[in-house]
């Protein structure tokens, strides 16, 4: 049973440290991003997805397509995850403009629907015939999950039904050719899962949630699908092996999964479509799946900052404990799905463990995507970064020491901006009688249930957190791991409350103050000794944020630094004007001499010093430098 | 001028440690790679390699070529350094059978060079329109250079000159294809270089000089020389990068190069070739290109264990100071290449710094390639190895935790055969007045310059040296860097010598006992701290084996082990009957207690313990383990 669910976007309206990432999403990253998809950005790439679509609406129309299709199979979805980010920010931000210009785009992706419901403009506009052969590559059924999420959002935000209508037709038309006429098949890329699932909570639609059932109970029955299907079609996109099972997580039924496999961001898209149907049905085993797949995560194969996906060859999880900072991949995107896991699993059990994850990989790898200026981004967020080495050597080239501007696959970059835009949804939970509070964010909230609060706080730069309850009810708290005490008082007087797996339950009346006082003093992070190197090695936190050294910081040489065993850290004022606002640390270290040559062997020099570390979210905005998380003990 | 060079082989009669070796490579590995050579090993991959000569015979006589060509372009050079390594083999341990059995696939491989002296039974039997199409991939003079090498090897064995004659009519085609009609072009990989040498310095044929001469010098004048040669062929063997011209060691003149780029196997081949040919023609400006390019390996890209080429794409060199343990490609070849460059550099300045680091590859990297037991190899020498990472994880899989038995592509097992039989041209270097030590071997050596030494050492497990001579002169004792103190006695009584880059000269008399006592005591190596993550790391060595920490004598668990700063080291006494005869080392360490999950913020606890060491070399042999090289100190 669904213990609890997110709130509605509208619902909440921030303030503080995230209010003003919400801001920079909608003055930079979406304008930005329009432009981009308009092909109006000056030295980016060509997205021509605006065009996709209108050339699409030719095709159906029986008109000349004028310049066809460009781009990736799967062009459409960035088109999609702006919309969606648009409809969060004009949940925010009303914006008759904004809104204006994506009603002309859902006009153009109405236009782009077959008469069938059909929706992609890489089959419409170049080959109708290949529809629904190449599901292992041609991410038609992610392109539709993306949109239907853009739908739900937009309907939530605007109202309007325009887009959500077209995307109820798109699963029609999906419901016909999967159950109705009962083709065989799953998703290459899994996303279309989550989104039925939201298309249903929303609307009620019966057929979504049956497609969402069945595309999760089919795949991986037969774990040769895909090799199947690969034998019947003459094209291909990229080649992808067919007969790696394991990498397209159908190597078994997913209630028979163990171990997180394969391509990290469609895995942990397909376990939050999993966790979701699982609240929704009351279905103990798929949830009973879901928690050992959140286990191989979370126990086995996520780094220090909530990164998971060790690998760049396919993007993928690899194997326990192959958790290298260098070569990580890390990707932005699976950090984000990763948040998309927890919150579902949190709507199955209020438990801080799923929140706590959630946090790191908020705070550390998804805000790390993107610079402080809302214009370059991240895809792999290495825990360490050598320019000479990073980007450069063979097995480094995807570890770039400085966000690039955009790329031919834009998946991060809206996907951030819809992540951020959304974040309420994350940091607030509800069900009948209860508020929950899973991430601390500054703002006003009003619950469905009647519930309402506003929250004051500087986390997470400060910790603590206090809600003026203007509209009282039951009231859960999370105490995140990190704090090794706590406080908490309503209107000054120690609160009475029960602490249940991480979370405070109280009572709270209309016009009560709860003042909310965590431990964020910083602390060493140690690692299991299963993982190779880091056996010696500490990584620094404050609250959520996990710190890293940059060679800026440290004379240009973080590489001969190592931490001092009772390392004294001395945290710095918050530094307004310094990456955007922080605060820094000062760690007591050691830094080894240089040698001539490679090796000796005479013990090198040794020379006390400070190391000055920054919150790993702001690294790499102050120029190629080096930068480390997990810093040698000495 | 050519300082000193290599003793004949049939000059030094072995003993000891490289004696063991030699006739494990007479009773094992040479009957074994001739019974793979003709497809008669039991569960091992077809070779061919045989039949291919037969079957290139019947092309030349026009026959029917039968079964045809079987096997990767350059099949040829596995019976070339199978034969290489009979020759040297028979010069230390004559056995007529083998020799017959040599006689025989000469014969075969005599009936196999084309009328006009060509010689390649790839194609001479698929295709001899595609002769010389294909410099980039197509291996022809690699195969002719080992052919060469295996020549004169067999004609310094046996006085044979059957191949010899093969080999210098070969030359004599390769003269007139490229000097005589011009044609443009230089190999792939280089190889012919160091074996035009090699003939050219037993036979005085100008036109074999005179072609390594052209190879050096027109390589990478004209940088886009792959890349024109790709346009006008119509076939490629694996689709090499043509535009890749640093890959290539063609992206400038070789006088300009600067840092060892690309495949590391071909890189030192030339830079062999090159090294031989500066110290034959006095050339400066190519012995400079040498030095830069020496001092790029050894001061910039080389581990600890003599390996190099940090990276399995490609199996290259990267970048300076990229040198990861865990995913290090560090090839038993490259190494072996290493030592060849090394000895031609002491041909041109006997100076330690080069002998140290033949002696470190040899006894590290080129050693570990062969299991104890002469029946498996390694090609990939990683300096860390956990089980369920190394050789699983995607990024790992070239580091196997095992020696597999034979490789399709078989370069490294032969490799090992020939310089085993060989040592003692490396050991031992003379000219007209001196009798170069370069590397310390039991055994007895005569010198073409008259004199006569034996010598008598338990090394590398003991580190006591004498030779008695039979007929004196001028001796040079090498001096290893690792030796903190040394001393050296004549007869009993301090010598009186002259110490000159890391050699000892003394004048030394018939009948003089010669004893030089060096300090072997274990030492923890360090490296600079530019080389990442091993800052706060040590290694530890005892005389020239590096050692390593395997999990059969550490509890199933090194990544949990870290040495202690001030750490006491001790040594076993020789055991005879472990690992083949070795040492063990026992270090002070800690041991890291486990934790639950990935991350914790409370210190783990430590205990004390011993870490057991064992020689780098023998790793590997006692079943799927742990291994490390660099450990952390604690």
Same mark, same amino acid.
């Given at each position: ?10 619902? $909440? ?31 980016? !790439? ?17 008109? &000349?397509?004028?310049?066809?299709? $460009?781009?990736?199979?799967?062009? &459409? ?60 590559? =041609? ?7 993306? /949109? ?6 937009? $309907? ?10 077209? /995307? ?36 009620? #639609? ?36 067919? *007969? ?14 163990? &171990?997180? *496999? ?22 103990? !085993? ?15 194969? /996520? ?11 396919? !993007? ?18 699976? @950090? ?15 438990? %801080?463990?799923?929140?706590?994850? /959630? ?11 993107? +610079?402080? &200026? ?27 020491? +400085? ?11 809206? #996907?951030?901006?819809?992540?951020? %835009?959304?974040?309420?949804? $994350? ?40 809600? !003026? ?43 009560? @103050? ?57 945290? @710095?004022?918050? +530094? ?20 001539? =040559?490679?090796?000796?062997? +005479? ?32």
């Amino acid at each position: 049973m669904r213990q609890q669910e997110q709130i509605k976007i509208k619902n $909440y309206r921030s303030e503080g440290f995230i209010g003003k990432y919400q801001k920079l999403v909608r003055d930079e990253v979406i304008p930005y991003q329009y432009s981009v998809l308009c092909d109006e950005a000056p030295d980016t !790439e060509k997205s021509h997805v605006v065009r996709n679509f209108i050339n699409a609406g030719k095709a159906v129309r029986g008109e &000349d397509t004028g310049d066809g299709f $460009y781009g990736m199979v799967f062009q &459409d979805s960035d088109a999609a995850k702006w919309l969606e980010a648009v409809a969060y920010s004009l949940a925010l931000f009303p914006d008759p403009e904004l809104e204006k210009t994506a009603d002309t785009l859902i006009g153009y992706i109405a236009d782009a629907q077959d008469k069938d419901g059909y929706l992609n403009t890489y089959y419409t506009i170049k080959d109708r015939e290949k529809r629904w052969t190449n599901l292992l590559e =041609g991410h038609e059924l992610y392109c539709s999950g993306h /949109m239907m999420e853009a739908a739900c959002a937009y $309907y939530e935000a605007t109202g309007k039904r325009a887009l959500l209508d077209v /995307m109820l037709k798109n699963a029609e038309h999906i419901y016909q050719h999967f159950i109705v006429e009962g083709n065989e098949g799953y998703p290459g890329h899994p996303e279309v899962e989550l989104a039925l699932m939201k298309m249903y909570r929303l609307t009620g #639609n019966q057929h979504c949630l049956a497609l969402a059932e069945h595309f999760i109970n089919t795949r991986g029955v037969d774990p040769h699908f895909y090799e199947k299907e690969k034998e019947k079609r003459s094209w291909t996109v990229w080649g992808n092996d067919a *007969t790696n099972a394991e990498y397209q997580q159908s190597g078994a039924p997913v209630r028979e999964q163990k &171990d997180a *496999t394969g391509h990290a961001v469609r895995a942990v898209y397909l376990y939050t479509g999993m966790a979701d149907l699982a609240a929704q049905t009351n279905d103990a !085993e798929l949830l009973g799946a879901c928690r050992r797949l959140w286990e191989s995560i979370t126990k086995r194969r /996520m780094y220090v900052t909530g990164g998971i996906g060790s690998t760049v060859l396919g !993007e993928a999880f690899s194997v326990d404990y192959d958790l290298p900072g260098d070569t990580a991949y890390a990707e932005t995107c699976a @950090s984000i799905g990763l948040m998309f896991f927890a919150s579902k699993m949190l709507e199955n059990e209020v438990d %801080s463990e799923y929140s706590d994850v /959630m946090e790191r990989a908020f705070y550390n790898t998804v805000l790390a995507g993107m +610079q402080l &200026d809302g214009k370059r981004f991240f895809y792999v967020n290495p825990l360490e970064v050598i320019p000479g080495i990073s980007g450069v050597s063979p097995t480094h080239r995807h570890d770039l020491p +400085q966000r690039p501007k955009w790329y031919a696959c834009a998946c991060c970059p809206p #996907n951030v901006a819809r992540l951020l %835009s959304s974040f309420g949804k $994350y940091a607030y939970g509800e069900n009948k009688d209860t508020a929950f509070c899973h991430l601390f964010a500054a703002g006003q909230v009003c619950f469905d249930n009647g519930m309402k609060l506003t929250c004051w706080t500087e986390y997470p730069y400060d910790f603590t957190v206090t809600y !003026e309850v203007e509209k009282g009810g039951k009231l859960a708290l999370r105490i995140p791991s990190f704090s090794k005490h706590f406080s908490i008082t309503i209107n000054g007087k120690e609160a009475d409350y029960t602490l249940k797996k991480g979370y405070a339950y109280m009572e709270v009346q209309d016009g009560d @103050s709860v003042m909310l006082v965590l431990d964020g003093a910083p602390e060493f992070i140690y690692a299991s000794s299963k993982v190779p190197r880091l056996t010696g090695c500490k990584a620094l936190q404050r609250g959520p944020l996990v710190y890293c050294f940059e060679g800026v910081d440290n004379g240009e040489d973080v590489l001969s630094l190592s931490l001092k065993k009772d390392a004294k850290v001395t945290a @710095s004022d918050y +530094q307004e004007e310094l990456l955007g606002g922080t605060v820094i640390l000062s760690v007591e270290a050691v830094r080894q001499e240089k040698i001539e =040559g490679l090796y000796t062997n +005479q013990r090198p020099g040794e020379e006390d010093c400070k190391a000055i570390a920054v919150p790993y979210y702001t690294w790499g905005n102050r120029g190629e430098n080096q930068m480390r998380v997990w810093m040698n003990e000495r």
